[in-house]
């Protein structure tokens, strides 16, 4: 695992766009792994500028995406700030703003009606691209990798789970507040890829910025691999695993 300390936000996201459109630029049809949340936005946004300045080409590439609450799924009839749904965050912030193809991006469908079926299928489908190049990650206030919530086991396969309070508190803070959404209207339950997916991507790609991520960070790459902090799963990853952090997220880390 390569651990690499940033500036800042600005540097971190450059950086992460730079490893992604490497891959993109080496194998055009790649199959990339997306995740959401605040982090990524501006990898996403350098993507989009590489992509209108530089021709960085998507129309080959292929995406699954982590995870996806488990009721909500993309409404465009809605302003954005009032469609929480991960799949309409990826339309905004990366998907329209590139030329993937709408057919080769996937996110979990929220609003399925046999969720333990159409969880059996995404699997299948990642499998069936031949896998996960480069899988990107966040981690959760709670540590969260995914919306693998602490005590999920490492065999864990794509399925339903339900948040932690900590987890729903800070989506409510980081996204809904400002929607005007009531707590008690917020999602408890999300579609996410288990560990054992995430596991089984050829590499990954982590990111991580601000102090309020410096204390679980740590204990994700430093302490004991534990199921408690499922994002210590990435110290097994088998495949080139690089995480980036500012140096915010990186001001508890001692092995540096
Ligand atoms: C999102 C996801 C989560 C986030 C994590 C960090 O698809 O899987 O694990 O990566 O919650 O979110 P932010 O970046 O908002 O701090």
Request: hydrophobic share 35%; charged share 30%; proline share 3%.
């Amino acid at each position: 695992m390569k651990i690499i300390v940033k500036d800042n936000y600005q540097e971190l996201s450059r950086l992460a766009a730079s490893v992604i459109s490497d891959l993109v630029r080496k194998k055009p049809d790649c199959v990339l792994g997306f995740a959401t949340g605040a982090t990524p936005i501006g990898t996403y946004h350098e993507l989009a500028r590489l992509h209108k300045e530089e021709g960085l080409d998507f129309s080959k590439v292929r995406s699954f995406n982590l995870d996806e609450y488990l009721g909500l799924t993309i409404n465009l009839n809605l302003p954005y700030e009032l469609d929480q749904s991960y799949a309409r965050f990826m339309y905004e912030e990366l998907f329209k703003r590139i030329n993937i193809r709408e057919e080769n991006t996937h996110v979990p469908y929220g609003l399925t009606e046999n969720p333990e079926k159409f969880c059996e299928e995404y699997e299948k489908m990642i499998k069936d691209t031949g896998g996960i190049d480069l899988q990107i990650l966040g981690i959760g206030g709670d540590g969260h990798l995914g919306f693998n919530e602490p005590g999920s086991s490492f065999d864990s396969r794509t399925r339903v789970e339900s948040l932690t309070q900590k987890t729903v508190d800070d989506n409510y803070e980081a996204f809904y507040k400002k929607a005007g959404v009531s707590k008690d209207d917020m999602p408890r339950k999300a579609l996410t890829m288990g560990i054992a997916t995430i596991l089984e991507a050829k590499s990954a790609l982590m990111l991580v910025s601000g102090s309020s991520k410096a204390d679980i960070i740590k204990k994700a790459l430093e302490d004991p691999i534990t199921t408690e902090v499922t994002a210590s799963a990435i110290q097994m990853f088998k495949g080139d695993a690089i995480v980036i952090l500012d140096k915010a997220a990186a001001s508890k880390l001692t092995r540096i």
